[in-house]
């Protein structure tokens, strides 16, 4: 559901045998469902208007990662390299290994912004010197303002001014 609506928060599972004790774990851990939300979703499959939307979807996806990919390559020094999965709207950031990506994280979140560290992403503790940011959400002043910090944060980290 997060392609159709993320803010929703509504899921399914296809459980076969283990459907009770799915049900009874989603229970558990959920005070109430959306109803409205699961009503309104079932409805847009239902008439078909999935198609359409992923391709909107799609589309304007494209144009955010590019606009944050432009916005980073003018706030980033040269020599980082910035890549796109296929598939996904997440930009890949890799630094020159002395970065520290888990401590560039712990400074974003107290300037009030998230950055996802490499390190999460390999059960080696591999890739700290790369970042994974979510170029999905629609350009603003502040996200703007949030990727200046970061870039003031990644130039003091690498000894840059």
């Known amino acids: 559901s997060k392609c159709l609506a993320p803010g929703f928060r509504v899921g399914w599972v296809v459980a076969g045998p283990h459907a009770e004790r799915v049900q009874r774990l989603q229970l558990m851990s959920t005070l109430s469902t959306n109803v409205p939300s699961q009503l309104a979703l079932a409805e847009m499959l239902r008439q078909g208007g999935v198609d359409a939307h992923f391709r909107r979807l799609r589309h304007t996806l494209v144009q955010r990662q590019q606009q944050m990919r432009a916005a980073l390559q003018r706030l980033l020094p040269a020599d980082v390299r910035i890549s796109s999965p296929d598939g996904g709207y997440f930009l890949w950031l890799e630094f020159p290994p002395r970065l520290d990506s888990r401590a ?19 059960s080696q503790g591999q890739h700290n010197h790369c970042l994974r940011l979510n170029s ?24 840059e001014k």
């Open 104 to 122: 560039l994280h712990a400074k974003a979140l107290g300037s009030g912004f998230s950055v996802a560290p490499g390190a999460l992403f390999s």
């Open 136 to 159: 999905s959400h629609p350009w603003s002043e502040q996200l703007e303002q949030a990727l200046t910090r970061l870039a003031a944060l990644i130039a003091a980290q690498l000894g």
